[in-house]
C-alpha cells in the first residue's frame, strides 16, 4: 500500500493517480501533472506542451489497478477542478410501448373460433337428421331347441277407420241413399254418434250386437256422394262420424240415424250441429247430448242422463215403477239456453225435481203439489213427488218450463 486519500482515506496503491473512492488526484508524480503525450511515427514519445526536459517518459510501474467505481452521490469538496461524480443506480431501460387493442383484438379472435366450431356443429346435426335412420338388426332371443324364437305379436294402438259402405248394403232410390251394416257389440260397450245434420233416432233390442242404418237425403247423387260417413270400430268401442255439406247454412243433404243398440248399453254420446233427436228404452247407458239447434225427445231412460241445447226444446217423459226414476240415483240434468222444456211425470214416479227460469215462465199441475217460487230475476220450483229418489235438475235461460202428468 503507498498510502491514503488525503480526500476521504481511502487506500491508495503504488503509481495510482486517482483515488478510488473520490477522484481526487493522488499526487503520485512529482513536479506536477504530466502533459499529455502523442506517440509519433517511430514509436516514442513527442511532446506537446512545455514539458522539453522530460522527452522519454513511460507509464508508471506498478500493479494493474481495477476500473474506478464511480463516486457516490454525496457532498463535495469545494475544489475547483472537482466534478460531480455520476449515480452508481442504473437507470431504467426503457420499456417498449405497449399497443393497445391487443387484448380486445385477442378476445374477439377466440370467440369468432367459438363460433365458428359451433356453427360447423350444428351443419353436422342438421345433415345428420337429413339422413336416413340407420337400420339396427336385433337377434331374437333362441328358445331350448337353438330356434330364434318369434317376436311378440304386435298390438293394434288405434281403431280401424273405413267408410260406413264398406261390408253394408247400399240402397239408392230418388233422392235417398240408404246403408245398413251391423256391428258386433258386447252388453257393455260404448258408441259415440257425430252428425253435422238430420234426424238420429236410438231405440234398444235384445241382440248383442249394433244395427246402424244411415240415410242420406236431398240434394242431388254427386252431392249425397260426397258426404261421407266414417265408422271406426274397436273391440266394445263404436264411433261413427258423418262429415258437413258445406257451410253452416248449408242443408242441401242431411245425414240421418237410426241405430239399435243392446238394452245393457254402458255409455251412449251424441253430438249434433242441427238434430231431431229421439231416444228411448236406454234403462241402464249413461247419456250425454249436446245439441247445438233442434229438439231433444227422451223415453224411458234409466241411467244417468245430461242434455244440452243451444236452441231448440227438450221433452222428457218419466214412467214409474221400475222405469227412470227407480234406477240410477244419478242425476238427470235437462239445460236449454233459448227454447222450452217439457216434462210430463207418469203415475208411481218418485223423483226429486228442481227447475229455474231465468226469462220466462214456469207451468206446473196443481195435481203434482209443487209450489212456485217467483224471484227478483227468475222462477223456481223444487219439491219430492212420490216417495222422491233420483234427483231430476231443469234449467232454462230464455224460455219456457211445463211440468204435467
Not at 281403431?159 to 230418388?174: I, L, M, P, R, Y
Request: charged content about 25%; glycine content about 12%; hydrophobic content about 35%.
Amino acid at each position: 500500500m503507498a498510502g491514503e486519500c488525503r480526500n476521504c482515506g481511502a487506500e491508495l496503491f503504488a503509481g495510482q493517480q486517482f483515488c478510488r473512492r473520490c477522484g481526487v488526484p493522488t499526487g503520485a508524480v512529482a513536479g506536477g501533472e504530466q502533459p499529455t503525450r502523442i506517440l509519433g511515427e517511430g514509436g516514442g514519445v513527442e511532446a506537446r506542451s512545455g514539458w522539453e526536459g522530460q522527452s522519454n517518459t513511460s507509464p508508471l510501474a506498478g500493479s494493474n489497478t481495477d476500473p474506478v467505481a464511480p463516486p457516490r452521490q454525496t457532498a463535495y469538496a469545494s475544489s475547483s477542478f472537482q466534478t460531480p461524480p455520476a449515480s452508481n443506480v442504473a437507470a431504467p431501460s426503457p420499456q417498449p410501448a405497449r399497443k393497445k387493442g391487443r387484448s380486445w383484438l385477442f378476445a374477439f379472435l377466440i370467440i369468432g373460433l367459438a363460433g365458428a366450431f359451433m356453427l360447423v356443429g350444428l351443419l353436422y346435426a342438421i345433415s345428420s337428421a337429413s339422413k336416413s335412420p340407420r337400420v339396427v338388426v336385433r337377434k331374437l332371443p333362441k328358445n331350448k331347441t337353438g330356434v330364434p324364437a318369434p317376436p311378440p305379436p304386435r298390438v293394434e294402438r288405434a281403431a280401424k277407420a273405413e267408410t260406413f259402405e264398406e261390408g253394408g248394403e247400399t240402397t239408392v232410390s230418388g233422392d235417398r241413399s240408404v246403408f245398413k251394416k251391423t256391428y258386433e257389440l258386447s252388453e257393455r260397450a260404448s258408441v259415440t254418434l257425430e252428425n253435422a245434420g238430420g234426424k238420429i233416432s236410438v231405440e234398444t233390442w235384445d241382440e248383442p250386437g249394433a244395427e246402424v242404418t244411415i240415410t242420406r237425403r236431398g240434394g242431388t247423387a254427386e252431392e249425397r256422394e260426397s258426404v261421407a260417413v266414417v265408422g271406426e270400430h274397436k273391440g266394445d268401442r263404436l264411433t261413427l262420424k258423418s262429415s258437413a255439406t258445406g257451410g253452416a247454412n248449408d242443408r242441401s243433404v242431411e245425414v240421418e240415424y237410426e241405430v239399435k243398440l243392446p238394452r245393457a248399453l254402458r255409455q251412449l254420446e251424441i253430438r249434433s250441429e242441427r238434430a231431431e233427436l229421439e231416444l228411448s228404452g236406454l234403462k241402464a247407458a249413461a247419456v250425454a247430448v249436446d245439441v247445438r239447434e233442434g229438439e231433444i225427445e227422451l223415453e224411458e231412460m234409466g241411467g244417468e242422463v245430461s242434455t244440452k241445447i243451444i236452441k231448440g226444446s227438450t221433452r222428457i217423459v218419466l214412467g214409474g215403477g221400475d222405469e227412470a226414476t227407480q234406477g240410477s240415483r244419478a242425476p238427470n240434468s235437462f239445460s236449454v239456453v233459448r227454447g222450452d222444456v217439457e216434462l210430463e211425470i207418469a203415475e208411481g214416479a218418485n223423483l226429486d225435481l228442481k227447475a229455474e227460469v231465468l226469462e220466462g215462465e214456469i207451468e206446473v199441475e196443481d195435481e203434482l203439489g209443487l209450489k212456485l217460487e217467483r224471484r227478483a230475476a227468475a222462477q223456481y220450483v223444487a219439491g219430492r213427488i212420490g216417495a222422491g229418489g233420483k234427483p231430476v235438475v231443469i234449467r232454462v235461460t230464455n224460455g219456457n218450463i211445463r211440468i204435467k202428468r
